[in-house]
T-cell receptor, first 113, second 113 residues
């Protein structure tokens, strides 16, 4: 069974640009969550999508958005990039239900210059 | 809201030492509890989990017991190896609330040969 796939693995963007990151979940998983990981703030929850609907949202500005497609693949978009957006962005998929663990991709390393 | 608190790192131990990483949680319901591990350059992967009080999760020599009375889920290993060097995250998920996974800030572990 293929794992969670995130593309691209590395990205360098300039301040003010926008970026789109992609996540393909494990087959059969309908929940996809996104996290931002930085050395100072740790792992911060961005949002979760379930069956194409945003089910949970973290405390991030509106520049961060996402969507989920009918095949459960998800994208997240960051507009008007700031230097502070430099981070590792992790995607996780899981089956619905609190007892079910999340499976993580390797992440996309975004550097904003 | 629900939260997870784990001990600050880094934790540095010699090989074959006993390891404890403390984790306590706050939740209004009956969450499932998890320990995840992140090796350098990789995403998070599940180490172990417990879904109800007094359950013990175990994997690769690591253990943690779900203690409802002390709201704790401490990670232990009797004899650590250099290959255990990584960042460890405690997490919870409450299906009765919003079902999202909430992570602690992570504890970096260094094992010296």
């Amino acid at each position: 069974k293929a794992g969670v796939t995130q593309t691209p693995r590395y990205l360098i963007k300039t301040r003010g640009q926008q970026v789109t990151l992609s996540c393909s979940p494990i087959s059969g998983h309908r929940s996809v969550s996104w996290y931002q990981q930085t050395p100072g703030q740790g792992l911060q929850f961005l949002f979760e999508y379930f069956s194409e609907t945003q089910r949970n949202k973290g405390n991030f500005p509106g520049r961060f958005s996402g969507r989920q497609f009918s095949n459960s693949r998800s994208e997240m978009n960051v507009s008007t990039l700031e230097l502070g957006d430099s981070a590792l962005y992790l995607c996780a998929s899981r089956q619905a239900g609190g007892a079910n663990e999340a499976f993580f991709g390797q992440g996309t390393r975004l550097t904003v210059v | 809201g629900d939260s997870v608190t784990q001990m600050e790192g880094p934790v540095t131990l010699s090989e074959e030492a006993f390891l404890t990483i403390n984790c306590t949680y706050t939740a209004t319901g009956y969450p499932s509890l998890f320990w995840y591990v992140q090796y350098p350059g990789e995403g998070l992967q599940l180490l172990l989990k417990a879904t109800k009080a007094d359950d013990k999760g175990s994997n690769k020599g690591f253990e943690a017991t779900y203690r409802k009375e002390t709201t704790s889920f401490h990670l232990e290993k009797g004899s650590v190896q250099v290959s255990d060097s990584a960042v460890y995250f405690c997490a919870l998920s409450d299906e009765g609330r919003d079902d999202k996974i909430i992570f602690g800030k992570g504890t970096r572990l260094h094992i010296l040969p």
